[in-house]
């Protein structure tokens, strides 16, 4: 079956720290993927994608995230983590036309500082 | 306004109570969407609405009845709802239900607690 695993339920980090959510897909092929971020009392907003060619992708906020096929993982980093960024992060994929999005459980990121 | 948005915010009701949800979008997109996201369970796709027809129900009890009279408007209706089915119901529109199903542009989301 088709999923999104998102590893990590909460992450904790520093203020000006590095971070790195993790998520892996299961999926036959190589889906279109991916991530969300949800601030507390909010919907989701859109933060990146990937469909195809360079497997690092550039978002808003300052964030990217790398593909990696041998791994069937596309995790979310952030050089330098603001406070602003505390939020629940969700990662999601889909494959091409008529299949649904599919989310994983999310991961709850605090930042301390 | 721009973007999605949801009405009411907040809803209390009894197990007994008709209501609806509101959803409107003003992108201009042509397929809209109703998501439950409860805690500690991925968010569920409930219905899809392309162009005004309902492409997909994922097997969603009939107690939730969803109305799109147009491709800017989705409603949610409720009744003999279950207090299992408190949760954050979100709504997001897409400009293509196919090729674009992954960018979704949510609404802020309706908190329902059924009593």
């Known amino acids: 079956a088709q999923s999104v695993t998102q590893p990590d339920i909460h992450i904790t980090v520093s203020e000006g720290a590095s971070l790195e959510l993790r998520c892996n897909y299961s999926y036959g092929a190589t889906p279109y993927l991916f991530w969300y971020v949800q601030s507390p009392g909010q919907g989701l907003q859109l933060l990146l994608k990937?469909?195809?060619?360079?497997?690092l992708v550039q978002g808003i906020k300052g964030f990217e995230a790398e593909f990696k096929r041998s791994q069937s993982s596309f995790n979310l980093r952030k050089p330098s983590v603001h406070w602003s960024d505390a939020a629940e992060y969700f990662c999601a994929a889909h494959m091409e036309y008529g299949n649904k999005l599919v989310f994983g459980a999310g991961t709850i990121l605090r930042v301390k500082s | 306004e721009t973007g999605v948005t949801q009405t009411p915010r907040h809803l209390v009701m009894g197990m007994t109570n008709k209501k609806s949800l509101k959803c409107e979008q003003h992108?201009?997109?042509?397929?809209m969407y109703w998501y439950k996201q409860s805690a500690k369970k991925p968010l569920e796709l409930m219905f899809v609405y392309n162009f005004k027809e309902q492409t997909e129900n994922n097997s969603v009890p009939s107690r939730f009845s969803p109305e799109c009279p147009n491709s800017s408007h989705l409603f949610l209706h409720l009744h003999t709802l279950q207090p299992e089915d408190s949760a954050l119901y979100l709504c997001?529109?897409?400009?293509?239900?196919?090729?674009?199903?992954?960018?979704?542009?949510f609404g802020e989301g309706s908190r329902l607690t059924v009593l």
């Open positions: 992108l201009g997109h042509n397929a």
């Open positions: 990937y469909f195809s060619g360079d497997t």
């Open positions: 997001a529109s897409s400009q293509d239900p196919d090729r674009e199903a992954g960018e979704l542009f």
